[in-house]
């Protein structure tokens, strides 16, 4: 079956004024449990035994009572993924910051040794698990683009063997487009930041991951149709498993 290392956790988390947080899902690595929790919009938690990474936490309430990060990724300047004050709130000793260098110049000096700094292409290890950053950027390429090609970082990570691709701000990039045996992907789609559901999809077609989660999906007009980015992907190709969970709690 697709998705027998893919399983559904029950546990119901909430967050504060009981807006419910979507339940966690577990993948089956060679290095144990891998938990990838939904937060909010662009941001998730994953969780190994003895390791938990943040990616682009925001709003420090919506991790209270939650096991703090060891390791926290951000994609980009944009205050939707990068946010001081919430770092300095859920961050401990010793907390490892994964980012651009656009964000390591806004870092306050305390954060400075405790920080990898990745260009696009850069690869490095930490805690046994590999982080390769890749490009995420608009179409057409443009120095006046929102987001323009080698200032952000997505993320593949390999994970006890998986590989888990985090877009950013991106667009259906041939980058994106040219993955290879990623096991799972969180996707973007919100115009007119990033992009609509149709090239989404088609991007999401041409790399086959076993499974997209579709996030970071508000955009000017409300919430993106991700029921119909669904059914384009597993129309297009039945092996594709498109998990479709609340990244907007009270919405």
């Not at 290392?5 to 947080?21: D, K, S, V």
């Not at 309430?61 to 980009?76: K, S, V």
């Not at 390429?141 to 691709?165: C, D, F, Q, W």
């Not at 991700?226 to 498109?242: P, Q, R, S």
Request: aromatic share 8%.
């Amino acid at each position: 079956m697709k998705s027998l290392f893919l399983t559904l956790l029950i546990t119901p988390l909430f967050f504060p004024g009981n807006a419910q947080r979507s339940a966690p899902d577990t993948v089956g690595t060679k290095m144990g449990p891998l938990i990838i929790q939904p937060i909010q919009h662009a941001s998730l938690i994953l969780t190994m035994p003895g390791l938990t990474i943040y990616a682009d936490p925001s709003n420090a309430d919506n991790y209270n009572g939650l096991t703090p990060p060891d390791i926290i990724l951000i994609t980009d300047i944009h205050g939707d993924h990068f946010d001081i004050k919430t770092i300095d709130a859920i961050k401990k000793a010793g907390t490892l910051l994964i980012v651009p260098q656009v964000v390591a110049d806004k870092l306050p000096d305390a954060d400075k040794g405790h920080l990898v700094v990745l260009k696009n292409g850069d690869q490095t290890t930490q805690s046994g698990i590999s982080i390769h950053a890749i490009p995420m950027y608009n179409l057409p390429e443009s120095p006046t683009a929102m987001h323009t090609k080698g200032r952000g970082n997505g993320y593949v990570l390999t994970i006890g063997g998986r590989l888990i691709y985090i877009s950013g701000d991106t667009q259906g990039i041939p980058e994106m487009r040219s993955l290879k045996n990623i096991d799972v992907a969180f996707i973007c789609m919100n115009l007119p930041y990033t992009m609509d559901i149709k090239e989404a999809a088609d991007a999401v077609l041409a790399f086959k991951p076993r499974i997209v989660y579709p996030y970071h999906y508000r955009g000017n007009n409300g919430l993106s149709d991700i029921n119909a980015f669904k059914t384009l992907v597993e129309g297009g190709d039945k092996n594709i498993e498109v998990r479709l969970r609340n990244w907007y709690p009270g919405k």
